[in-house]
T-cell receptor, first 114, second 111 residues
Framework: AQSVTQLDSQVPVFEEAPVELRCNYS??????LFWYVQYPNQGLQLLLK??????LVKGINGFEAEFNKSQTSFHLRKPSVHISDTAEYFC????????????FGAGTRLFVKA | DVKVTQSSRYLVKRTGEKVFLECVQD?????MFWYRQDPGLGLRLIYF???????EKGDIPEGYSVSREKKERFSLILESASTNQTSMYLC??????????FGQGTRLTVV
C-alpha cells in the first residue's frame, strides 16, 4: 500500500521569500511522484512530475522538486514566491509497476503575504 | 490542450434526491476518475474507469455509482443524496502516461 504525508497543512510566507513544501511517501514498490496546484475555485493542475532519471525536476511557474529515494521524500521548492502563488498544493504518488490509482496527500495551503 | 469539463460548478440538492454529475473529456483518454475533496483529507478516489462500460471501486464508493457508456463521458450518480455527501467533486482523465488532467470541480451542497 502507498501513502503520502504532507508535513505542513499551512505555510505562510512573505512575497519574494523562498519556500519549501514538504512531502514524504511510503511504498513497497517503485513510484512516480507528482505535485499538483489548485488555485481557488478551480481544479488541480500539474506542476511537475518525477518519472525517472534526474532526481531534480523542474516544473512550471519556477517550482522545482527533488526526489530523495533514501528519505522517501519529494519536497517542492521555489526560490522567490509571488502573491499569485497563493494556492493549495498536493503531493501525489502512483505505482510505476502498473495499476490505476494515484494517492494524494492532504494538501498544503501556501499563503503569500505582501 | 486537454480539456476536462464538468457540467456544473455549483449544485444545491435536497436530501434523498438522485444526483447526476457529468464529466466529459476531449482527448480520447482511456482512464477516467471521480474524486471527492474535503478539507484536511485531500482527494479520495470514489470510482474509476479504464474503458467503456468498465468501472472499479475506489476507496470510498459507498453511496455512489458511475456510468461510462461512451469513452469521453463519465458520470457520477448519487442514488439518494445525503448531507454527508456535501463536498467538492473532481473528475479527472489520464492517458497511458500516469499524470491526470482535472476538471474545474463541482461544489455540491446537500440540504
Amino acid at each position: 500500500a502507498q501513502s503520502v504525508t504532507q508535513l505542513d497543512s499551512q505555510v505562510p510566507v512573505f512575497e519574494e521569500a523562498p519556500v519549501e513544501l514538504r512531502c514524504n511517501y511510503s511504498s513497497s514498490v517503485s513510484v512516480y511522484l507528482f505535485w499538483y496546484v489548485q488555485y481557488p475555485n478551480q481544479g488541480l493542475q500539474l506542476l511537475l512530475k518525477y518519472l525517472s532519471g534526474s532526481t531534480l525536476v523542474k516544473g512550471i511557474n519556477g517550482f522545482e522538486a527533488e526526489f530523495n529515494k533514501s528519505q522517501t521524500s519529494f519536497h517542492l521548492r521555489k526560490p522567490s514566491v509571488h502573491i499569485s502563488d497563493t494556492a493549495e498544493y498536493f503531493c501525489a504518488v502512483k505505482s510505476n509497476t502498473g495499476g490505476f490509482k494515484t494517492i494524494f496527500g492532504a494538501g498544503t495551503r501556501l499563503f503569500v503575504k505582501a | 490542450d486537454v480539456k476536462v469539463t464538468q457540467s456544473s460548478r455549483y449544485l444545491v440538492k435536497r436530501t434523498g434526491e438522485k444526483v447526476f454529475l457529468e464529466c466529459v473529456q476531449d482527448m480520447d483518454h482511456e482512464n477516467m476518475f471521480w474524486y471527492r475533496q474535503d478539507p484536511g483529507l485531500g482527494l479520495r478516489l470514489i470510482y474509476f474507469s479504464y474503458d467503456v462500460k468498465m468501472k472499479e471501486k475506489g476507496d470510498i464508493p459507498e453511496g455512489y455509482s458511475v456510468s461510462r457508456e461512451k469513452k469521453e463521458r463519465f458520470s457520477l450518480i448519487l442514488e439518494s443524496a445525503s448531507t454527508n455527501q456535501t463536498s467538492m467533486y473532481l473528475c479527472a482523465s489520464s492517458p497511458v502516461e500516469p499524470e491526470a488532467f482535472f476538471g474545474q470541480g463541482t461544489r455540491l451542497t446537500v440540504v
